[in-house]
């Protein structure tokens, strides 16, 4: 198969990785998925990734698809508990050097990574994600940190749908879906995970560190937005990339914000593209 799938456990924790196979010198690809998604969303960027003989590694976050689910007490579910484990990952995988793509709430944590280890970064790529601290949580994802309201919203397998249609803006097919919601119907661990991370965001203290650490980030970076996007403003994003060199905005103009699930002809020119080229003043 072009796409492997793995559990790699570490300590007390379980990752569920799907995985491509390395055929040229180039870093690794790490891809970091958004809440409520899971590894799945990247299946076709994975595949594109692959035929250029790529390695590239999606893993479930902690509390999220096929990854381990543990309780509060053994995994606080902050940003700081997802970036040591982050970290654990990518030193079991011997990975010395990586790039990275983020999408969604939650991928904050991959930018944080790259901002405190620059020196194992080679490129970054951001999908619509949070980067400037005027960024807020979207009301569909505040419900879910409400008490009671939040514990039976994350219950129910349904709010996958509702989520990533209200995000992209267009049905997501039945099988996707299906794939989304199995996590939920297999355990309520999925539910209480999901409103663990949701809860302990700490969106703001951690914006406050991802825009302030971009404005002088000097890798490689690509951002590509989709302008649509009915959570995270777009304006504050050309801001931010029009102030460092080393930042290249690519403006998906009918995208929301998880282009990913319905942008692929158009993304995966752009990732490529990013990638064969020296330095962001080649075309």
Not at 77 to 102: D, R
Not at 124 to 132: A, D, Q
Not at 219 to 229: C, E, H, S, V
Request: proline letters at 6%.
């Amino acid at each position: 198969m072009i796409i492997q799938e793995q559990n790699l456990s570490i300590g007390k924790l379980t990752w569920y990785l799907r995985e491509t196979k390395l055929t040229n010198s180039q870093p690794a690809v790490i891809l970091l998925h958004g809440i409520p998604a899971h590894s799945h969303t990247w299946q076709g960027i994975l595949l594109e990734l692959a035929k250029k003989g790529l390695r590239a590694i999606a893993p479930d976050w902690i509390g999220f698809g096929a990854s381990s689910k543990p309780s509060q007490r053994d995994f606080a579910y902050t940003p700081q508990a997802y970036l040591q484990a982050l970290t654990e990952l990518l030193n079991n995988l011997n990975l010395e050097k990586v790039s990275l793509i983020v999408q969604g709430f939650l991928a904050t944590v991959g930018i944080e990574y790259a901002l405190t280890n620059p020196d194992k970064i080679e490129r970054l790529i951001i999908l619509n994600t949070p980067i400037v601290k005027t960024a807020k949580l979207p009301w569909i994802m505040q419900q879910w940190t409400i008490p009671l309201a939040g514990e039976m919203l994350t219950q129910d397998p349904l709010l996958v749908d509702r989520t990533l249609e209200k995000g992209s803006g267009f049905v997501i097919a039945e099988e996707d879906l299906a794939k989304y919601r199995q996590p939920f119907l297999k355990s309520s661990a999925a539910g209480r995970s999901l409103r663990a991370a949701t809860k302990n965001l700490q969106l703001k203290q951690s914006l406050a560190r991802i825009e302030s650490g971009l404005t002088t980030w000097s890798k490689p970076t690509l951002i590509l937005w989709g302008m649509l996007d009915p959570w995270l403003d777009s304006t504050a994003i050309a801001t931010l990339a029009a102030s460092n060199k080393y930042i290249e905005l690519r403006k998906l103009p009918e995208a929301k914000h998880y282009p990913q699930e319905h942008w692929l002809k158009e993304i995966n020119p752009l990732i490529l593209n990013f990638w064969q080229r020296e330095s962001l003043n080649q075309d």
